[in-house]
């Protein structure tokens, strides 16, 4: 595992600005830029305003709340760190930035991606197995002049059950994570966890829809029997109304 640093830093037009009311400023984003301020340091804070075009291309690459930027605010250069995006609920366009103004011998608390490299060289992946990533962000505590790009985590070689913690990361100097006191996981190459469930043979479920069938025509001869019970036992009745009917009997001859 080992660290990237930047070596290009994106540059970016501001100017200063004298806005006051919300008018003010809603006139300024209606003619494309965006309202920001810059704070950190023992300089005061500064209100300015940026590009809403060239911002929106900074924000669509990765990692840009990781990223150093330098403003060059009305000729003068200024690095930054960008610390909080505020966007309108409907357009999903930015319309307010916050950033932090970055001193030389300072120190930012700042979260640094883990980009994972190799995965087709790893045994392990090639096996079925599966790369758990725990934390693709690493917060770290920096130095404002040698803070890092990324974290590289190589899988070439790794094999099921391997783990990559963060001791296992060469820091550079002064910088540390913020979390303190354990040796935390950043991604594991763990076993599939696959279960394929069991086949019924084709002969059962034959078995089973000729055992319906055969109750079914029980069921059905079940029920003919009955109908002819009942009329049987109809027809009897009859015959009997008609044998306990009485006669009439017939007047004597004179």
């Known amino acids: 595992v080992e660290l990237k640093r930047f070596f290009l830093m994106n540059t970016i037009d501001a100017s200063l600005r004298n806005t006051k009311t919300s008018g003010e400023i809603n006139k300024l984003r209606s003619e494309g830029n965006v309202p920001g301020i810059i704070y950190g340091g023992k300089s005061e804070t500064q209100k300015i305003s940026i590009s809403k075009k060239l911002l929106k291309n900074l924000i669509d690459k990765e990692n840009f709340l990781s990223s150093i930027l330098n403003l060059k605010i009305d000729g003068k250069d200024e690095n930054v760190l960008p610390k909080e995006i505020s966007y ?9 930035i916050d950033f932090l103004r970055i001193v030389k011998g300072s120190s930012v608390i700042i979260e640094i991606p883990v980009n994972f490299i190799n995965t087709e060289k790893s045994p392990g992946l090639k096996r079925g197995g599966v790369l758990n990533i725990v934390r693709r962000k690493v917060e ?20 099921i059950g391997h783990s990559f913690k963060i001791s296992s990361i060469k ?72 044998k306990e009917e009485p006669k009439k009997s017939q007047p004597e001859k004179k």
Request: aromatic letters at 0%.
């Open 140 to 159: 770290l505590k920096c130095p404002s002049e040698n803070i890092p790009s990324e974290l590289v985590v190589d899988l070439d070689g790794v094999d």
């Open 171 to 242: 820091l550079p100097e002064n910088v540390e994570p913020t979390i303190r006191g354990r040796d935390f996981v950043i991604a594991t190459v763990a076993a599939p966890t696959v279960i394929k469930e069991p086949e019924k043979p084709a002969e059962t479920e034959e078995g089973a829809d000729g055992a319906e069938a055969t109750t079914a025509t029980g069921e059905g001869a079940a029920e003919v029997g009955e109908a002819k019970d009942v009329k049987g036992a109809e027809g009897g009745k009859k015959e009997t109304d008609k």
């Open 88 to 96: 309108d609920i409907l357009t999903d366009d930015p319309i307010h």
